[in-house]
């Protein structure tokens, strides 16, 4: 499976790395046996980037 970069995820979802970063320790949408960490880097798999896309787009669209 593709692994995106945090900072695709964030250009993709429309918001900053930083708000990745965040679901990521406070364990907020992302699943977090679906990570992938090697190093100081982060990756996360297109399926759960996909499904995270799901979730954001229906909080923008309830807060609309």
């Known amino acids: 499976e593709v692994l995106w970069t945090v900072k695709q995820v964030a ?3 429309g918001v900053n790395t930083g708000t990745i970063y965040q679901w990521i320790s406070e364990k907020r949408h992302l699943d977090p046996t679906k990570i992938v960490r090697f190093s100081n880097r982060v990756r996360i798999p297109r399926s759960e980037v996909e499904r995270l896309a799901g979730i ?4 923008l669209e309830a807060s609309a």
């Open 56 to 59: 954001v787009r229906g909080q």
């Open 11 to 13: 250009t993709y979802l």
